[in-house]
Each structure stands twice: as C-alpha cells, then as structure tokens.
C-alpha cells in the first residue's frame, strides 16, 4: 500500500530562516515523489518532483530511501513561499497525498 | 493554455439530496482525475478517465457517487443521495497521458456543504 506523512500540520518560521517540511512514505515498490504547493486563493500546483532533480523557487528535495523520507528545504525563506504544501506519491495507477503542511513565513 | 475548469465553485444542500459537478479539462489532455479533498487532509482519488475509460475506481463510494466522461472530455461526478461525510472539495485534474508519475493540472475545487 501506498502511504504519505508529513508530521508538521502547521510551520511557521521568519523571513530569512531555512525551511524543511518533512515528508516521510510507504511503499514496496521504486517511488516517484512530488511536492505539490497551493497558495492563497489559487489553484493545486506541481512544485518539483524528485526525478528531476531541480530547483524551483529557491526549494530542492533529495529522496533518502534509507529513510524512505522525501523532505522539501529551501535555505532563506521568503513571505511569498507561504502557501500549503502536500508530498505526493506516485504508484501503481495513482497519485497518493499527504495530509498537508501549512507554512506561514513570518516578516 | 487554459486550465481545468470546474463548476459550480460553491454548492449547498441538504442531506438526502442530490448534487452533480462538471468539469472541462486542459484541451488534449486524455487522462482526468476526480479527487475527494475533506477539510484537514489531503486530496484522495476518487476516479481516474483515460480518454472514456475508467482507469481506477477502487475509491468511489459507488453506491451513491457515480461518474462519466463521455467523448472523452468534459466529466460529470455526481452524488446521489448526499450524506453530511460527503462535505468537501471536490478537485478535477487532467494531464496529458495517464501513468501517476505525469504533472497534474488541477481545476478551481468545487466546495460541497452538506446540512
């Protein structure tokens, strides 16, 4: 079965400071791991996912199977990247979402 | 291009009742995506088209929600009849080709209260 977690419901840190939401997962077979972003008032959208290894908007995300952990970092937070963020992950036929982490970026 | 579109945005009912949505996908994007998003969690698969086939229902409440795409593009999700659960967002998304590992583009949301 597939399964996502992100442990943090709520994060909040100041403007400047790193950033690191957690996401952890579940599953027998090889993942494909995406984080997805919602800001205020507009649409779910794809942020980055892991097979391409890039950068957006300042944000990376390195898949630790070890850890089986999939965690989104940028190192200088800024007040637009306030938003809610879901790990997703890919298998079999479907998309499956973690619960969500809402990041506030405090001035 | 123009996005997903979805209606109504905002939908009040009463249990018992029923409710349909409609959604009109990115234009040439073969594969659409209903998803069940509750207060608090994240979205949940509810069915999967590939042009007009159903890919993955193993998630839709089948005895009270049904959905169809046909020709392959808009969709209808309706729920017949409606219990106070069924309050949510209900999201629809396409993307080009089906595998879950393609970018998902997804609509607007239409906001379901169920009194």
């Known amino acids: 079965a597939q399964r996502v977690t992100q442990p943090e419901k709520l994060l909040s840190v100041f403007k400047g400071a790193p950033v690191e939401l957690k996401c952890n997962y579940s599953?027998?077979?090889?993942?494909?791991l995406f984080w997805y972003v919602q800001y205020s008032r507009q649409r779910l959208q794809l942020l980055l996912r892991?097979?391409s290894r890039e950068s957006i908007k300042g944000f990376t995300a390195d898949l630790n199977k070890g850890e089986t952990s999939f965690h989104l970092k940028k190192p200088f937070a800024q007040e637009e990247d306030s938003a809610m963020y879901y790990c997703?992950?890919?298998?079999?036929?479907?998309?499956?979402f973690g619960q969500g982490t809402r990041l506030t970026i405090n001035p | 291009e123009a996005g997903v579109a979805q209606s109504p945005r905002y939908k009040i009912i009463e249990k018992r009742q029923s409710v349909a949505f409609w959604c009109n996908p990115i234009?040439?994007?073969?594969?659409l995506y209903w998803y069940q998003q509750i207060l608090g969690q994240g979205p949940k698969l509810l069915i999967q088209?590939?042009?007009?086939?159903?890919?993955?229902d193993s998630q839709l409440p089948k005895d009270r929600f049904s959905a169809e795409r046909l020709k392959g593009v808009d969709s209808t999700l309706k729920i017949q009849p409606a219990k106070l659960e069924d309050s949510a967002v209900y999201l629809c998304?396409?993307?080009?080709?089906?595998?879950?590992?393609?970018?998902?583009?997804f609509g607007p949301g239409t906001r379901l209260t169920v009194l």
């Open positions: 892991h097979i």
């Open positions: 997703a992950l890919a298998g079999a036929q479907k998309l499956v």
């Open positions: 234009s040439g994007h073969a594969t």
């Open positions: 088209f590939q042009n007009n086939g159903v890919v993955d």
């Open positions: 998304a396409s993307s080009q080709t089906g595998g879950s590992y393609n970018e998902q583009f």
């Open positions: 599953y027998s077979g090889s993942p494909e």
